[in-house]
């Protein structure tokens, strides 16, 4: 994501059009600084033929002094400097190296584990901002990532992102911490290419009247030692209020496996709402309806739009038609729903475009009256594994232009004692035990019997059906 930005934050409890957030970011190239370290603690470090191996990936001091180049109070260059160095003290950012010229601060966050073609791959993540800002909050960080490999006893690191690393967090009143590294740690990658793994994260940012939600789209191109974003400003989705213009539109997407350019699959984003269209900042609002369904090829930099038609998902602009697009996608009754849109729904009973409108493209593992059910792998809410989600539909055609549509159910791989202890544990709402100020607020945590077993369940109820 390379952009300048600023942006705004709103909060809403329905089924319908997402709200996100928009900040200032000033990136640049992500391929620059994929360069292997060469500090002499990396050389003493079993460094070989410029390969990097490390023993323990669990050890934050070992592995920051093999990844960076630390520096110590006798290391920094000026007065100002060597006042922010001790910032670093009362802050969760508890290294310090040079990022350039600027003094940053470093948190050593952890290690997720995946597989790519049946071998095992180990994610350390760093999150770092500048040593001034380390501790304040409102001060947003950047995510840097290493991927190693086993190799006998020790770990080989075979990529990395540049030194200025992954947009992670949002600044300002309304800032939003850890959003990119939140959704790598609970979500499986995915495939972006036939030879690729990576992550679509959901960045809200938000400040001054608007929010706007950006793909931040992450590449794991382990051939040539590199993890970066691909996205180039891709909004998903934004909502503007004010005297003069008011104006949403939400979107869900997917790749399309049947189209890769340049090793990475087509991007095919589809919109819903209204849009302000004006050609230039000076002239006045041109809200207009934004019905649009857009593909994005990758040109072996970043993601670049190739073409632009109706939505034909839309109901808005295919009222007798867009049906017929749903159930279209099959992957055997499961529907890859991201890591955001089921935390906005847990987090405060919401339900984005994608929860709402985009799960019902995909093929269901059951059908019935009441309810579609569809399966769900790869996602974790504060911990708990998600394995299904069940829409509320009109009749057996899913039909969805009824207040039973509303109707929202998300199940975990837990017992409702389980789910229980650790959502109140996590978020401090004990969900089987909603106040009446909360009911309406919160989805409700009851049992469901899903494929023969009992499991936890938080659901929502349109109470005007």
Known sequence: ????????????????????????????????????????????????????????????????????????????????????????????????????????????????????????????????????YADMLTEGSSLDLFLFQKVGESYELIARTSSEGLVNSSSGSTAKNDMTYDHIMNSEPINIGSKHKGFIASLSFGGGGQETNFASIILINEAENKIYEIDDNIKLA????????????????????????????????????????????????????????????????????????????????????????????NYEGYAPISYESLLGFVD????????SQGIRAYKPSQKTEEFFTWKVKGVKLYGLDVIGVKRGVCDISGEDRCGYAGDTIVIFDASIDQARKVLKEKTFIDYANLSADQKGTYPYLEPIVFNGKVKAALSYYNPNP
């Not at 340049?262 to 309806?289: Q, R």
């Not at 405060?348 to 929860?355: Q, S």
Request: proline share 3%.
């Open 348 to 355: 405060r009973c919401y339900g984005d475009y994608w929860l």
């Open 238 to 329: 934004q909502k503007h209020w004010g005297s003069d213009t008011e104006f949403s539109y939400d979107s869900f997407y997917f790749l399309d496996q049947s189209k890769e350019s340049n090793g990475v699959y087509d991007l095919a984003v589809l919109y819903e709402g209204e849009n302000d269209l004006k050609k230039s900042d000076e002239d006045n609002p041109n809200i207009l309806p934004y019905n649009i369904y857009k593909t994005y090829k990758f040109d072996g930099k970043n993601y670049k739009l190739a073409t632009e038609q109706p939505n034909p998902y839309s109901s808005t602009i295919n009222v007798d038609g867009y049906k017929n697009y749903f159930s279209k996608m």
């Open 1 to 132: 994501m390379k952009f300048n930005k600023i942006t705004v934050g709103f909060i809403a409890c329905t089924i319908g059009a997402s709200l996100y957030s928009y900040h200032l970011y000033a990136g640049k190239s992500p391929q620059a600084g994929m360069e292997v370290v060469t500090s002499q603690d990396a050389i003493s470090s079993k460094q070989k033929d410029n390969r990097v191996l490390v023993n323990n990936l669990n050890d934050a001091q070992a592995l920051f002094n093999i990844l960076y180049k630390p520096v110590d109070k006798n290391g920094i260059k000026n007065k100002e400097d060597l006042e922010n160095f001790n910032k670093e003290r009362e802050s969760d950012f508890k290294f310090i190296a040079y990022l350039d010229d600027v003094l940053s601060a470093y948190q050593y966050k952890g290690v997720k584990t995946y597989k790519n073609n049946g071998k095992d791959r180990y994610l350390v993540a760093f999150t770092h901002k500048a040593a001034e």
